[in-house]
Structure formats: C-alpha cells, structure tokens
T-cell receptor
Framework: GAVVSQHPSWVICKSGTSVKIECRSL??????MFWYRQFPKQSLMLMAT?????????EQGVEKDKFLINHASLTLSTLTVTSAHPEDSSFYIC??????????????FGNGTRLTVT | DAKTTQPPSMDCAEGRAANLPCNHS???????VYWYRQIHSQGPQYIIH???NNETNEMASLIITEDRKSSTLILPHATLRDTAVYYC???????????FGAGTTVTVRA
C-alpha cells in the first residue's frame, strides 16, 4: 500500500528556534498534501493544503508566516515552524493524495511528528 | 462537507463483533463515507470507504443505509489492538480535504 513517511518522529527545540518537518510519499506521487495539528485529547485540525509547485492554502486562523509549507516536488512537502513557542508544542501529521488515483481514493497519512518547544 | 455524529465512546469484548454507528443525515449525493482510526500517538489509518453499497475488506465491513443518512462500521472479531479512536468522515469526490470530528473512542476489553 501507499506509504507516507514523516521525519523526525519527535523533536524538542528551544523557544525562538525554527523546526522543519518533512513528509515524503515513498511509492507514489503526491499531487496534494495536507498538514494537520493535534493537541492532546483533541481531534486533528487541518492547517493547510499544499499542491506541488504552488503556494499552500491555509485554513482560517493559521498563520502562514509562522507555518511555512513547501511542496517543491511530487514526493516531498515540508512544514517549518518558525520562531517556535511553547504553545506550538503539538502533534503534527501530514497526509497525501496519490495523483494517479481517482477522486474518491483515500488519503494516506504519515505517523506524525511530536514537537515539544521548551 | 456533511457533518457526522458519532457516540463519544464504546466498549466491546475481545473476539466479538464491534458495531460503530455514524449519522450523516445531511450527506449529499456525491459524498462518500470514510472510516479512519487513530491508535494512540500514531497517524490515522484508513479502514474503508463507500458511496451507497455495502463494502467489505480485510479490516472491516461498512453498512450504509438505503437513504445514506447513517452507516455502521463493523469490526468482525475485535482484538485488543483495535483499541483506538474511530473517525467517520464524509467527503465529496472532488474535495480532497478530510475534516475530522471527535470520533468514537473504542476500547476492546479482554
């Protein structure tokens, strides 16, 4: 089956630094990728949608200058949390759509990145 | 996307069938029903999806009512490893985004 790999699986950083999270589709071309954030005991919240080669579309309330998304190739999207603060500590999850599959095909999810900002 | 309603939690016995209900009374004609689950501290795992016919795969069965306003996910023989949060999501075929609700926390007990 389709595999989405996220790296790192966990990261601890100091307040004020930036952190980059990678999301790769290993065996398919991901024309569209999605980034989610999940706080403890809450559901996943969609942050943004990225299409290969174009600017990401952010959900309402998500700061695009703080959460930089780059989808430069059909197999890689990155999320950079800039000037991270403790309130950015969360579980970040990416998902990807296989461009070769039909419109009703399921999205494939990575295993998430646990970010802790101290 | 149509909103879904699921019970917040349910328990089931190991080895028995687990029936997870979902209401989606505002579903429109081109929207599919998807089921995902999330085991603690992992990314969501796709289970099954359907439009109007019942579907079955190696993980589960999906029963959709004739009016499509509700569905049931059936795990035929629940194991302890099936303990997870189960999400029922409705999505159109041209809208690739998935919006997650609160889901149902399923606890399988020995």
């Amino acid at each position: 089956g389709a595999v989405v790999s996220q790296h790192p699986s966990w990261v601890i950083c100091k307040s004020g630094t930036s952190v980059k999270i990678e999301c790769r589709s290993l065996d398919f071309q991901a024309t569209t990728m999605f980034w989610y954030r999940q706080f403890p005991k809450q559901s996943l919240m969609l942050m943004a949608t990225s299409n290969e080669g174009s600017k990401a579309t952010y959900e309402q309330g998500v700061e695009k200058d703080k959460f930089l998304i780059n989808h430069a190739s059909l197999t890689l999207s990155t999320l950079t949390v800039t000037s991270a603060h403790p309130e950015d500590s969360s579980f970040y999850i990416c998902s990807a759509r296989d461009g070769a599959e039909g419109g009703n095909s399921p999205l494939h999810f990575g295993n998430g990145t646990r970010l802790t900002v101290t | 996307d149509a909103k879904t309603t699921q019970p917040p939690s349910m328990d089931c016995a190991e080895g028995r069938a687990a029936n997870l209900p979902c209401n989606h009374s505002t579903i429109s004609g081109n929207e599919y029903v998807y089921w995902y689950r999330q085991i603690h501290s992992q990314g969501p795992q796709y289970i099954i999806h359907g439009l109007k016919n019942n579907e079955t795969n190696e993980m589960a069965s999906l029963i959709i009512t004739e009016d499509r306003k509700s569905s049931t996910l059936i795990l035929p023989h629940a194991t302890l490893r099936d303990t997870a949060v189960y999400y029922c999501i409705v999505r159109g075929s041209n809208d690739y985004k998935l919006s997650f609700g609160a889901g149902t926390t399923v606890t399988v007990r020995a």
